[in-house]
């Protein structure tokens, strides 16, 4: 101390500048927290406490060092001013860090204080004192400070007052969050609601001490509330830091969710489904972009329960709605499949599954699910069903025709020759039997053909007893002798140990495709090729005919180009049909191997054979 005075410094100057220094330079800080964070008001409420307390230092080091009454009064005067900031501050600090207060007790604490700080500027001496006599020096902690000697007024005691509602108030939030409140929230009321309870209660009995001149010291209450300062805003501190962290954990997560949502996005792409959500009780729906594309919804058009079924096809709604209504009712999951109007009149097969969300009390609140376009799927479906019942008619056809062919010509025949056998052996010895008998056996070798060719037809035993390529080029042949049309067959590389699928496959669709050309393309020459490789087996069928629209192929009634295309998929193979009108026509298989290695070596030249 005696160092400081011979350096011209005065201990309790130097106390009071630190003090107040300190105080604004923590109310500087919480200032800036609550400017980038305005939903933290408890950082804003302590900056005003810790100004109201740097202000309230000086001017008690103002009357410390008053050297009239007159000094005195103006500096006490003005002492009551960051003393309501204070009281104000307080208040509202706890209400916004504990959030647990009765804001009555706390409005009454200012508002008391804000009237005697009223009486405070209308009175001549102000609110604390009636008069000051005089201002006597005492020593201090090495120093001499001043001290008054007069009348304490009425009005001190009011103001003191609103210190016992302040009291009550700090007392109740923290009792209150300490009962209802967290580890963390205990806590608070630890470092923050005791130290702030014991100076609202020990720094108004310290200056009703000083008044009643039951000790005679300056007002120095800052010193200890310098301390309950620090531990409040390391404790606000502490609080923005765990904010601070929690932000980055929070922006981790909701990176991580962005990372599964664009996850789960891709996989339902990948799969075309649509997720939606129902709102019960808005009837609004929250639709994916994929769903939006199902529905034909605009990207940002707001979608309510209405819009969404008026896309529904007519006949479907009720259908709908009563399998949503069983959902609900049952609180079980949903699932029905229904089709979709677009505008530009295309019609949609949704598939749609969902599930009902209940709230507390166990009403429906939402509905959740996804939607899949099974428009393929069902025009494959009705595609097979017409296919099976075209194939049952062509079948039954078949059969017909078989029927016919043995009952009106193989039957007839046969009994003919059966007659003629009966006469013969009637037959007079000088009559010739022999010429007679020669043309009966002419007959039946016409019947043993005609026979040979309807097992043909139904299954060449050619097939399999020499293999895919004699039997196709033996079909050729005679394609060539029957009708009018020349066809040429070359083939190079083809395995003799086809499976047996494979080859009977193949030799259908050339049956197939020259049936087609002697029927309708009007052709006079038409080519086989069939040839091989290490993957795969080709065969292409081209004729110079009069050629077709292949984009009439799904809509037409013949079955030839349908069962083509369905034996070779049953092989998982593909074919394509390349034709159009004036130009002829081409039909391309191609076919993986089955059962068969093919080997690089030994490879020859095409073998062409025209027929």
């Known amino acids: 101390m005696a160092g400081l005075n011979l350096l011209g410094i005065r201990p309790l100057d130097l106390l009071s500048i630190a003090a107040a220094t300190a105080c604004l330079t923590l109310a500087g800080l919480h200032f800036v927290i609550w400017s980038r964070n305005r939903s933290a008001p408890a950082n804003l409420w302590f900056a005003v406490l810790a100004t109201g307390m740097a202000v309230f230092t000086w001017f008690a080091l103002a009357m410390m060092r008053a050297d009239t009454p007159v000094e005195f009064i103006a500096a006490i005067r003005w002492l009551n001013v960051p003393i309501f900031a204070m009281v104000v501050a307080i208040v509202c600090f706890v209400e916004a860090y504990f959030d647990t207060t009765r804001p009555w007790l706390g409005h009454l604490a200012w508002g008391i204080r804000l009237v005697t700080l009223v009486v405070n500027f209308a009175r001549p001496v102000g609110m604390d004192y009636d008069r000051v006599d005089a201002i006597v020096p005492i020593p201090f902690l ?14 001190h005691w009011i103001g003191q007052v609103s210190f016992v509602f302040l009291l009550c108030h700090v007392l109740d939030a923290s009792r209150t969050l300490w009962n209802v409140g967290t580890a963390e929230d205990r806590r608070r009321v630890r470092v923050v609601g005791l130290p702030l309870s014991a100076f609202v209660f020990g720094g108004p009995v310290y200056a009703a001490l000083v008044f009643r001149k039951v000790i005679q010291l300056p007002h120095i209450e800052f010193v200890p509330f310098l301390g309950i300062l620090c531990a409040m805003s390391y404790e606000l501190c502490r609080d923005v830091l765990r904010s601070a962290q929690l932000a980055r954990e929070l922006q981790a997560s909701e990176g991580a969710l962005r990372d599964s949502e664009q996850r789960m996005t891709m996989a339902a792409d990948a799969a075309r489904l649509g997720m939606w959500m129902w709102d019960i009780a808005t009837g609004e729906i929250w639709l994916t972009e994929k769903c939006r594309e199902l529905f034909a919804f605009a990207p940002r058009a707001v979608v309510d329960y209405e819009a969404f079924v008026g896309r529904l096809h007519p006949d479907d709604r009720e259908t709908r709605e009563g399998a949503i209504r069983d959902a609900i009712a049952a609180g079980t999951q949903y699932k029905t499949d229904y089709r979709v109007l677009l505008p530009d009149g295309r019609q949609r097969w949704i598939s749609s599954h969902g599930r009902v969300d209940v709230d507390a009390d166990g009403r429906p609140e939402r509905m ?5 376009d099974i428009t393929e799927r069902r025009n494959a479906e009705l595609a097979a069903r017409e296919l099976g019942g075209r194939l049952i008619n062509a079948q039954e056809d078949e059969r017909r025709r078989i029927a016919r062919d043995l009952h009106d010509d193989l039957n007839q025949r046969l009994a003919l020759l059966s007659v003629e056998l009966e006469v013969l052996g009637h037959a007079r010895p000088d009559s010739n039997p022999g010429a007679h008998a020669k043309e009966l056996a002419s007959q039946v070798r016409e019947l043993s053909s005609d026979v040979h060719r309807l097992s043909y037809r139904l299954h ?16 050729c042949r005679d394609v060539t002798q029957q009708s009018a049309v020349r066809v040429e067959f070359v083939s190079q590389d083809v395995q003799d140990d086809l499976s047996a699928d494979v080859a009977l496959c193949l030799f259908r669709i050339v049956q197939e495709a020259l049936r087609n050309v002697v029927r309708h393309s009007g052709a006079t020459a038409a080519r086989v090729e069939l040839f091989g490789n290490t993957k795969e087996i080709h065969l292409d069928v081209t004729d110079t005919g009069r050629g077709f629209d292949p984009a009439l192929i799904a809509t037409g009634r013949g079955l030839g180009l349908l069962s083509m295309q369905e034996r070779v998929r049953l092989v998982n193979g593909t074919i394509e049909v390349h034709s159009a009108p004036g130009v002829g026509t081409k039909v391309i298989a191609v076919i993986p191997w089955a059962g068969a290695n093919t080997g690089t070596a030994g490879l020859q030249a095409p073998a062409a054979t025209s027929l």
């Open 142 to 155: 090495g120093d001499t400070v001043s001290v008054p000697v007069g009348a304490t007024s009425i009005w």
């Open 368 to 372: 959740l699910g996804v939607c899949i």
């Open 460 to 475: 060449p035993a050619k097939l399999d007893q020499l293999g895919l390529v004699t039997a196709a080029r033996s079909w």
